[in-house]
């Protein structure tokens, strides 16, 4: 796995934005794998800034959110199609039948998790998956102990991923327990990965990752095994490292 450092998220995003129009550069029609939460979304805004600047085109794009919760009544307004749609799909002016994602109503989520899988093998495959990773090394809903060989399915959330989520959430709507997620062995399928991590709180994880060997308890140690991973951290993330290379 690469190992770069940026000075900051605004260096990170310009970075992996790079990295992402090399690949829709190559195909304009690629299918790209793509995060929730905080870290990505200096990205999509510059995304969206050059697609309306008019100097970028994403309209061909097929995009595959990498998870969503599992919660039967969860109110459309909480769910991470909602946030990927106002972030990154209506910014950017793209469809949003362009946008791939987990349904969190289903009544069957390993009958869900085939279909999504049917449906990235339908596209030929993820030829760039752009992952966060949490504060206890997850990637998408993977949480430490999730087996290497995992496809995407339904994940039960630790405690803290729970917690740091409880925002996406008003008073009366209680924080799903549940996940479903692409699976590690779905994500080391990807033909490229680009892991992004910013800010202090992700210094002692991506420490912890640089050092280690891959091994389920620290499950974005997997992309380690992956041929054509890059791990993307501004300074701040960065903080706590020894060494240059992870
Ligand atoms: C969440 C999501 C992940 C995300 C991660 C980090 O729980 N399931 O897909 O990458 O946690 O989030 P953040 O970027 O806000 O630190």
């Given at each position: 796995?690469?190992?770069?450092?940026?000075?900051?998220?605004?260096?990170?995003?310009?970075?992996?934005?790079?990295?992402?129009?090399?690949?829709?550069?190559?195909?304009?029609?690629?299918?790209?794998?793509?995060?929730?939460?905080?870290?990505?979304?200096?990205?999509?805004?510059?995304?969206?800034?050059?697609?309306?600047?008019?100097?970028?085109?994403?309209?061909?794009?097929?995009?595959?959110?990498?998870?969503?919760?599992?919660?039967?009544?969860?109110?459309?307004?909480?769910?991470?199609?909602?946030?990927?749609?106002?972030?990154?799909?209506?910014?950017?002016?793209?469809?949003?039948?362009?946008?791939?994602?987990?349904?969190?109503?289903?009544?069957?989520?390993?009958?869900?998790?085939?279909?999504?899988?049917?449906?990235?093998?339908?596209?030929?495959?993820?030829?760039?998956?752009?992952?966060?990773?949490?504060?206890?090394?997850?990637?998408?809903?993977?949480?430490?102990?999730?087996?290497?060989?995992?496809?995407?399915?339904?994940?039960?959330?630790?405690?803290?991923?729970?917690?740091?989520?409880?925002?996406?959430?008003?008073?009366?709507?209680?924080?799903?327990?549940?996940?479903?997620?692409?699976?590690?062995?779905?994500?080391?399928?990807?033909?490229?990965?680009?892991?992004?991590?910013?800010?202090?709180?992700?210094?002692?994880?991506?420490?912890?990752?640089?050092?280690?060997?891959?091994?389920?308890?620290?499950?974005?140690?997997?992309?380690?095994?992956h041929p054509d991973?890059t791990l993307l951290?501004?300074?701040?993330?960065?903080?706590?490292?020894?060494?240059?290379?992870?």
């Open positions: 796995m690469r190992f770069r450092v940026e000075t900051g998220p605004q260096e990170v995003a310009e970075r992996a934005a790079d990295e992402l129009m090399r690949v829709v550069a190559r195909k304009p029609d690629a299918v790209l794998a793509v995060p929730t939460g905080s870290t990505p979304l200096p990205l999509y805004r510059l995304l969206a800034s050059r697609v309306q600047a008019g100097t970028i085109d994403l309209s061909l794009v097929r995009w595959f959110a990498l998870d969503e919760f599992f919660a039967p009544s969860l109110p459309y307004e909480c769910t991470f199609r909602y946030v990927l749609e106002q972030e990154l799909i209506k910014p950017c002016r793209l469809k949003e039948s362009n946008l791939h994602s987990l349904n969190p109503l289903v009544p069957d989520p390993e009958l869900e998790a085939a279909r999504f899988e049917a449906a990235i093998a339908s596209v030929g495959g993820i030829d760039l998956a752009i992952l966060g990773v949490g504060t206890n090394g997850h990637i998408a809903f993977n949480e430490p102990g999730t087996p290497f060989h995992a496809r995407t399915g339904l994940r039960k959330l630790d405690q803290g991923t729970i917690l740091s989520n409880a925002h996406l959430f008003p008073p009366w709507v209680q924080a799903p327990n549940f996940g479903l997620s692409m699976g590690i062995a779905t994500l080391l399928e990807a033909r490229k990965v680009l892991i992004i991590a910013t800010g202090d709180s992700k210094a002692d994880i991506i420490a912890r990752l640089v050092q280690h060997e891959p091994s389920p308890d620290l499950p974005a140690s997997a992309m380690k095994m991973a951290v501004d300074s701040s993330a960065a903080a706590a490292c020894k060494t240059g290379t992870a």
